[in-house]
């Protein structure tokens, strides 16, 4: 007859894979283990009795050389008849203090929160030094195992090449055969795999090829005392928080005992170093900033640890067809496990990322996404793949009858249960009630629908300030600054409308807004529908004050350009450079004297002169003004003469400025006492004015010159930082508002689609609040992300003032215990994650990096979904 396990397809291929397996073994003092044990009820598990024995060793002066050259820990495991419950009964379990114990992770677990509850208890619930009973370290120590050709032992070996040298001179302590007997007690299971008669050939094939051992990695747990008295010398002490124990149970404070570090901030969880339960980091895939960031903050929510470091596999719904076979639940739990590892190093998600992109391949690849979009994704999937309603009901709600809102409440939310029974049901969802009203018949309706999350706007970001300079253009120019508010999703016309009242624009006055780049007008901004998004901070814009009515005239537009003299390979250079605000008026002009004479009225207030020179052109000046004055005939547009023809303008001809006319393609020069040629511009003439240095030291060309970004922030600034309360941004997100055009109500009164108002009231809150800053906004043409301030609550959110129904049993008080932040652009940024760890201790989980952070500096523009903690009221 065949040997099955030959022809067996799940026979192993290699030995290794009955040793690698996603839970670790810890390897603890026995007694520590059986103190928790004898308090809880026995699940029954055999345990497998091992005696270590010293491995042979060659004799004769080889025996020397070997000690040299191999000085590794090698004994024998060597098998032991008598069982776990015989032991008990004779009483002889632990009593030499060398019994160790094999347990697997969640026994461990389950054991580690036995020890700290009862020290929690003893001390009434107060913080406490621990003991040598108490987590001392875990580290991770390599075995190689060999199976004899004796059947009922195994081969250890330890070697320095596997371990560290700290972890390796632990282990020659521990193992060491040759004072006292030593025992250990497998109760994992996984050395009997060795021994199994369906693991014959892989027997037989190790002891053909002996040099192939088996690679065991062990946690060991409470048996460092040179790390305990290091600590004590070092005053590190190890402390349990108010209350708190390893069950995060939501009325503990949800943290693990630590050890303190003196002089590090930051805890990289590498081999053979003391760590500290929960604070392991997720390394960075690429991209996967936001994943670590959502990951972190339910990895750290009170409930939902408990759950996925139990048995939470037998509520796997394989069967849901909204559920992913369990495999999201299973891969979730699987990564929790690995960050709450005592010791653990920073863990690669990869696993967890290839199930993620599998059900939601909008997660595929590396692109940046949104924390809070996995988040609801991951909420969702976990909530099918654990849904205990194994058939959903079909369930229709009824119509409310004119009955009590807390009769349709419950109805509701009792429909909801029929179909939706899960642990993110019991800790994360809650209900508010919606109301909706017809504006043509006053129809009411009123829903009550579950949530999992709240998302709040942010309604102080709806403002930015813009500054900008203001050209008044005449015979008495004049150039202004002035900075406005205008709405941040607003039009040319919001701004155009605040510009106005600022400047005080006359009712004859109109505004022509003009960006400036490199001293020379690029683009006018004449569309009122025009969004003011498509202005940036570092733009420069300026708005000339023109008089109504006077658009025939033709928009003259003045560009002063100077020598700029410059290096060039090593050889002086010069060409001409733009500086200054340009200058514009309307204006007939007909000949190039005419547009000498306008220049030169836009240049008077900046003229330097004496006071000779000073008194002479304002006689000149007066004339011209009487002359005006008497001939009413001759119209006049933004304060100067319709044309300057019959103006005496060859006398005041300076050859020290040069005129030319410019279009889009090439310029020419502008001749005195000849006519303009026409231009490709209707309605406008560009003209650009060389000035001589001479020039240049006549007027005073600093007065506009000064030129001011849209917004410039200070020296090492920022814009200044918009401020808002959380309580704000929850009133904005329950104040009545009417619907959009585009999700229009079908009401049942009229029998039509109404654009019916809407009002949200919080119903019924969940034990975990979620709460999501809606900081990111998508329009047709616009992405933007608000960094508003939000000044939320971190230990005392109240929202008792906010509900619209109490049962008079619930709390509706919460306490922040995690925070995901988002730094950055819309287009880029990086995701990090904020968790309380008890008392007023908070890390900065930054991927794989996590180091502590003062709780003062947890409110940040960056955070973006908070999460709370219901607090029971006393």
């Keep these: 007859m065949d040997n099955p396990s030959e022809h067996s397809s799940d026979s192993p291929q290699q030995p290794e894979s009955h040793v690698n397996d996603d839970q670790q073994l810890y390897f603890v003092p026995y007694r520590w283990w059986k103190e928790a044990q004898d308090s809880a009820p026995s699940d029954g598990k055999s345990a497998t009795l091992y005696a270590v024995a010293p491995a042979p060793s060659y004799g004769g002066p080889m025996k020397i050389i070997n000690n040299i050259f191999s000085p590794d820990v090698a004994f024998n495991l060597r098998r032991e008849e008598e069982s776990l419950s015989q032991s008990q009964e004779n009483g002889e379990v632990g009593v030499s203090g060398r019994d160790y114990a094999l347990v697997p992770g969640d026994i461990w677990l389950q054991a580690l929160k036995w020890h700290s509850n009862s020290k929690a208890a003893a001390k009434n619930g107060k913080s406490f030094s621990a003991t040598d009973e108490d987590i001392a370290d875990v580290y991770p120590l390599q075995l190689r195992l060999s199976v004899s050709r004796e059947t009922s032992s195994l081969g250890v070996r330890i070697s320095k090449k596997d371990n560290s040298v700290e972890c390796f001179r632990r282990a020659c302590r521990i193992f060491s055969v040759d004072t006292e007997p030593l025992r250990i007690w497998d109760l994992s ?355 000339y004050r023109l008089h109504k009515g006077t658009e025939e005239a033709p928009l003259v537009v003045f560009t002063h350009q100077q020598i700029d003299e410059h290096y060039t390979y090593g050889r002086l250079t010069s060409s001409w450079k733009a500086f200054g605000i340009p200058l514009a008026a309307h204006c007939r002009v007909l000949k190039g004297s005419d547009i000498y004479s306008l220049y030169m009225q836009l240049l008077t207030p900046f003229l330097v002169q004496s006071r000779a020179q000073t008194d002479e052109h304002n006689f000149d000046r007066s004339s011209t003004e009487v002359r005006a004055d008497m001939e009413p005939d001759d119209s006049r547009v933004n304060g100067f003469p319709e044309s300057f023809a019959e103006e005496n303008a060859a006398e005041h001809l300076d050859t020290e400025f040069h005129f030319y006319l410019s279009d889009n393609k090439a310029s020419s020069e502008i001749v005195m006492d000849q006519p303009l040629q026409s231009t490709d511009v209707p309605g406008r003439l560009n003209v650009l004015v060389n000035w001589s240095p001479k020039m240049l030291e006549q007027y005073n060309t600093s007065i506009f010159s000064s030129l001011p970004e849209v917004f410039k922030a200070g020296f090492f600034g920022r814009r200044p930082q918009e401020s808002v309360s959380f309580y704000k941004c929850l009133e904005a997100f329950l104040k009545e508002e009417p619907l959009g055009p585009e999700d229009m109500w079908f009401c049942p009164g009229c029998k039509q689609h109404r654009q019916a108002t809407k009002k949200l009231d919080l119903w019924r809150l969940p034990e975990i609040l979620v709460i999501h800053l809606k900081r990111f906004s998508y329009s047709r043409f616009l992405k933007n992300k608000l960094d508003t301030y939000v000044d939320f609550p971190t230990h005392d959110l109240d929202l008792s003032s906010y509900m619209a129904f109490k049962d008079g049993k619930s709390s509706y008080r919460y306490m922040l215990y995690a925070i995901s932040n988002h730094y950055g652009s819309m287009g880029g940024g990086h995701y990090t994650a904020f968790v309380h760890q008890g008392a007023d201790r908070w890390y900065d989980f930054d991927d794989s990096h996590v180091s502590p952070i003062s709780q003062d500096k947890i409110k940040t523009s960056a955070a973006y979904v908070l999460f709370y903690r219901r607090v029971e009221e006393i």
């Design 189 to 543: 299971g996984q050395t009997e795999l060795f021994f199994a008669n369906e693991n014959n050939k892989m027997i037989k094939d190790s002891q053909k090829q002996s040099e192939q051992d088996l690679l065991l990695e062990l946690q060991v747990y409470g048996l460092s005392d040179s790390v305990k008295n290091k600590a004590k010398k070092d005053e590190m002490s190890m402390q349990y928080l108010n209350g708190s124990s390893l069950l995060m149970n939501g009325t503990g404070s949800g943290i693990t005992s630590n050890l303190t570090r003196s002089s590090s901030s930051s805890f990289s969880g590498g081999p053979c170093e003391a760590g500290t339960l929960g604070l392991t980091g997720l390394q960075n895939l690429g991209n996967t900033c936001f994943m670590n960031s959502a990951l972190q903050c339910l990895a750290h929510t009170p409930k939902l640890v408990d759950y996925f470091l139990g048995d939470y596999k037998r509520e796997i719904n394989h069967d849901n067809p909204l559920g992913m076979n369990g495999e999201i639940a299973s891969a979730f739990g699987d990564l929790l496990k690995k960050l709450w590892a005592p010791g653990a190093a920073p863990v690669a998600p990869r696993t967890f990322k290839l199930k993620l992109a599998h059900f939601a391949p909008q997660f595929s690849g590396f692109n940046q996404h949104d924390s809070q979009e996995v988040l609801a994704f991951l909420l969702d999937g976990l909530h099918e793949d654990l849904n205990r309603v194994k058939n959903k009901p079909y369930v229709e709600a009824k119509d409310g009858d004119d009955r009590p809102d807390e009769e349709i409440a419950d109805e509701y939310w009792d429909y909801h249960l029929a179909r939706n029974d899960s642990i993110i049901v019991d800790v994360c969802q809650g209900q508010y009630r919606s109301t909706l009203v017809c504006p043509v018949c006053k129809k009411v309706s009123i829903m009550f629908d579950p949530f999992m999350y709240l998302s709040l706007p942010l309604p102080s970001t709806s403002t930015r300030s813009m500054t900008l300079t203001v050209v008044k253009s005449g015979s008495d120019i004049e150039i202004s600054t002035f900075t406005i508010t205008v709405p941040k999703d607003g039009k040319l016309e919001d701004l155009i409308r605040a510009l106005s009242t600022a400047c005080s624009l006359e009712a004859d006055e109109t505004l022509l807004v003009a960006e400036i780049y490199n001293n020379r007008i690029i683009r006018y901004l004449e569309d009122p529908a025009d969004s003011l998004s498509l202005i940036r901070d570092g733009d420069r814009l300026v708005a």
